[in-house]
Every structure is written in C-alpha cells, then in structure tokens.
C-alpha cells in the first residue's frame, strides 16, 4: 500500500512534470511564431527590392542579352524607387531581428528598428548618383540578385537559402511570380493581377541559378 508521503512526492513530481513540459512547449511554440515572423519579412524585403529595381533598372528582355540596362538616376526615378528599397532594407532588418530571436526563443526579442522616415534626394542632380550608392549600395553588395539582369539567384545565395528555410512552398511560388511580372512587364505593372507563367530559372524548389548573360 502506498504511503501518505509516497502520495505527495508523485503528486508534486507530476505538477513539475507537466509545469516544465508547458514551458517547453511554450517556448517551442515560441520560435515556430517567430521563424514565420521572420519569414514573412525576408518575403517583403525581397518583394519590395525587385519593386524597386523594377522602378530603377527596367530590363528590355529582346536586348539585355547582350546590352545590359543601365541603373537609372534621374530624380523622377529615383524618388519613385527611394521608398522601395527602404521598406526592402526594413524588412530585411526585422527579418534578421526576428531569425535570431526564433534560434534561442527563451530570451526577450531584441528591441526593433523604427519604420524608415522619408529621404530626401539631393537639390543637384549630379549629387543624385553618389548619394544613392552611399544609401543602399552596402545593402545591394548583399542582395545582388535584385539589380541582376535575371533576378534570379545564384548558387549560395542567402536570399535562396532563406526562402526554402523560412517561407512556405505557396508562398514562395507566388513571390516569383511577382518577380516574373516585375521583370518581364517594368514599373508599370507594379500591382498588376496579371501573373504570367513563372520562367524556370525562378524555381526556387530546383535551386536553378542564372547568370547576368542569361545562361
């Protein structure tokens, strides 16, 4: 026959118990929450880039085989694709904000960056060109599939890696949808419900990479 005090160790090991596997689910839970936050803003950062250079650099598909088109600076331009690529930069902080915080999701977040006031382009044109390279060209040396004549991803591309780590087959289809739109249409389908077929080097699921010549 069990005893009084055998009654009282079980009943208070069960309580702990179950009390530490709730925090362990909770905090598993946790970063589950967190990885999709995270997910969701590598998906806008990248969504907003291809924005921008759609805006910025408008590829003509009969000629970028074998002229590459220019990045535009023109401030009609510029100011157009300025607020693109801070939202794209902002998304890409938080997503590295929140990638960190899901990989110990017992520890407060960090705290996160304020959304990015408006800037504003230099008064002379010749400014213009300097001025953008010194805002996002750190940025961009880190994203290049967005300036690419592709926009696609090349081997070891982090961008990549993260899509598949991080975003849902769905969701990442419908991103390179987009894409296709945005390259293949420029700035003027921005929005656009048309969505053609998607291309195979955007199939992010074979890991397909291109190069700038097309191959």
Known sequence: MVGPKWRTFSLRFLIAAVTLIAILLGIWHRGVVLREMAGGHHLEALDCGYRAAAIQRPVDEKWEWKYRALIRFDRETVSKSVPYWQRSMHHAQLRDRYLAASRRPWLPVETMPPPPKPLTLPDRD?????????????????????????????????????????????????????????????????GSEAIPSMRTWLDVDQRVAISDDGT
Do not use: T
Request: proline share 5%; net charge negative.
């Open 126 to 190: 010749d400014q213009i060109e300097s001025w953008w390279w010194a805002m996002f060209g750190d940025y961009l040396a880190e994203n290049e599939c967005l300036l690419n004549s592709s926009m696609g991803f090349r081997p070891g591309d982090r961008n990549l890696e993260l899509m598949i780590e991080l975003c849902p087959l769905a969701e990442r289809v419908a991103l390179c949808k987009r894409v296709e739109l945005y390259r293949r249409f420029g700035p003027e389908f921005l």
